[in-house]
């Protein structure tokens, strides 16, 4: 019961009035669908603030008990050769073990023996799942096979942060609701502000009102 009354006076609420006119059509405007879209902001928000703040990022790591990649700055060797025949070896290597993928990014090691590719899968949970194989070109074997799907919820919700800030996560779906609500951001400034003038107005006429 309490339930439903809760919900009644929610729904109630925040149900847009077309009647209204004037301040009122534009307060009902600025609160109706600013309630409609605070989930959307606030995915936004406590996504976006993993990439401002270290403290923000290592306490979600902290948290999720999901290890946090360092960033180390990539190496080059002047002396390394990047040869045709190994980089083939190491994609027939690799199609040998990965039958069905979207798209691949390689990297290898200074002396070239070790090949790491992060692909991602066909049909994905989102662009952002993407798996990671390392070979060994020289033993012809998979040293690692690490895949998305076999990750825990935390893991797969820490590696999904940029997905989950895009909408990505959601299908093209979820990436249309937050462009469009990224957008709406516009009218919350130009009805709140309309709202502020004409409170302005309303202020000074009741100030010459009580003069006269």
């Known amino acids: 019961m309490l339930a439903n009354e809760i919900s009644s006076v929610y729904w109630g609420s925040n149900t847009f009035k077309f009647k209204s006119k004037g301040r009122a059509f534009l307060s009902t405007m600025h609160s109706t669908i600013g309630i409609w879209v605070i989930p959307f902001y606030l995915i936004s928000c406590l996504t976006g603030l993993y990439w401002s703040y270290d403290w923000y990022s290592n306490s979600l790591h902290s948290l999720t008990g999901v290890e946090k990649q360092k960033k180390m700055p990539p190496k080059f060797d002047e002396n390394a050769v990047l040869s045709y025949t190994d980089v083939q070896k190491a994609l027939d290597l690799f199609n040998e073990n990965v039958k069905d993928y979207e798209k691949i990014n390689i990297r290898f090691t200074a002396k070239n023996e070790t090949y790491t590719f992060s692909y991602l899968p066909t049909n994905p949970t989102h662009d952002m799942a993407m798996n990671k194989i390392e070979l060994d070109i020289n033993t012809n074997e998979v040293i690692k096979h690490e895949k998305f799907e076999d990750k ?45 003038i004409g409170r302005k107005k309303k202020k000074l006429k009741e100030a010459d009102k009580a003069v006269v």
Request: hydrophobic share 55%; aromatic share 14%.
């Open 152 to 196: 825990s919820m935390a893991e797969k919700l820490m590696k999904s942060i940029l997905a989950l800030h895009t909408g990505e996560y959601f299908g093209l779906f979820g990436k249309i609701i937050m462009f469009t609500t990224s957008l709406l951001m516009s009218l919350f400034t130009i009805t709140g502000l309309m709202m502020y």
